[in-house]
């Protein structure tokens, strides 16, 4: 069974960065799509970004847009998060996640879209 390993969480103040890394155990994984979530303490785990490699093409929640970007290498199947302007709201863990098909190619944004999950990654701001 093919694993997610995230990377990159940490401690940072808030106006801060992280980048967070996300690569497949086996390297001859192949998806069509990669995403981003997050579940902050007492919520519900939520959308951030995600990509797809055909296309190019790139998705954000409103919370994060213009703050965030996903990125990452189609043929080794990693992808990347670069969190710029941090603030202590964006405190979760943060969770990579895989799709394998275009099922459900138009919900990105939605979790029963991707078939494999990572452990995931605390990352914490403080104000």
């Known amino acids: 069974q093919v694993q997610l390993v995230e990377s990159g969480g940490g401690l940072v103040q808030a106006g801060g960065s992280l980048r967070l890394s996300c690569a497949p155990s086996?390297?001859?994984?192949?998806?069509?799509?990669m995403g981003w979530f997050r579940r902050a303490p007492g919520k519900e785990r939520e959308f951030v970004a995600a990509i797809t490699w055909s296309g190019g093409y790139t998705f954000y929640s409103d919370s994060v847009k213009g703050r965030f970007t996903i990125s990452g290498d189609n043929a080794k199947s990693t992808v990347y998060l670069q969190m710029n302007s941090l603030k202590p709201e964006d405190t979760a863990v943060y969770y990579c996640?895989?799709?394998?098909?275009?099922?459900?190619?138009?919900?990105?944004?939605?979790?029963?879209?991707?078939?494999?999950w990572g452990q995931g990654t605390q990352v914490t701001v403080s104000s």
């Open positions: 996640a895989a799709r394998t098909s275009r099922r459900n190619a138009g919900y990105y944004s939605r979790s029963f879209t991707y078939d494999y």
């Open positions: 086996e390297r001859t994984f192949s998806t069509y799509g």
